[in-house]
């Protein structure tokens, strides 16, 4: 559905970012102050999603933190708790992600793209993923971890990625702060 958005709107945002760097020369020919509008990070939206496996394979997934390029943040704790009764929305709670946090992670997930994260033997099946929205399609990172719990088959080196991966998830779920 995001590629459905982008094809359609690629045009668009490209004129509105015409249209910006033409305002931008125009309020600067005339003497304004106009910040730096290339200077600015990637706008970016993150979606963290756990999808329990076996017997909670039923569980329609749902981003356990998502966050969009404001910053502001819906935490979902108890998204992929098997336990939840699927025909259920979790619990949701609003809040907000630091945006150096987002970008921080999101380069670091950038790195971790390639890695072989592997499919381990055991586990329980399962997957978490971690998705990066940029305002263009090369700016997207998805990442995907299969059978979160097993290490069985994985090399040292798919292990260590797997690792990073997990302290990417908790980097950002820790940054979370609860609206009050």
Do not use: W
Request: glycine share 12%.
């Amino acid at each position: 559905m995001n590629e459905m958005m982008r094809s359609g709107g690629s045009r668009r945002v490209r004129g509105v970012r015409g249209g910006i760097v033409a305002l931008a020369c125009a309020v600067t020919a005339f003497g304004g102050a106009v910040t730096a509008v290339a200077d600015e990070p990637a706008a970016l939206s993150v979606a963290l999603t756990t999808i329990p496996g076996g017997e909670q394979a039923g569980v329609t997934p749902v981003p356990t933190l998502l966050v969009y390029s404001d910053g502001h943040a819906v935490h979902s704790p108890d998204a992929a708790d098997p336990k939840r009764d699927a025909g259920k929305a979790p619990k949701q709670q609003n809040g907000h992600v630091s945006l150096d946090v987002v970008h921080s992670v999101a380069a670091e997930a950038k790195k971790l793209g390639e890695a072989d994260l592997g499919m381990p033997k055991d586990g329980g099946g399962g997957s978490t993923l971690l998705d990066f929205l940029g305002d263009t399609p090369d700016q997207d990172v998805h990442l995907v971890v299969y059978s979160p719990g097993g290490s069985d088959g994985l090399t040292d080196a798919q292990k260590a990625d797997r690792k990073r991966f997990t302290e990417l998830d908790q980097k950002l779920t820790k940054a979370f702060k609860a609206d009050r």
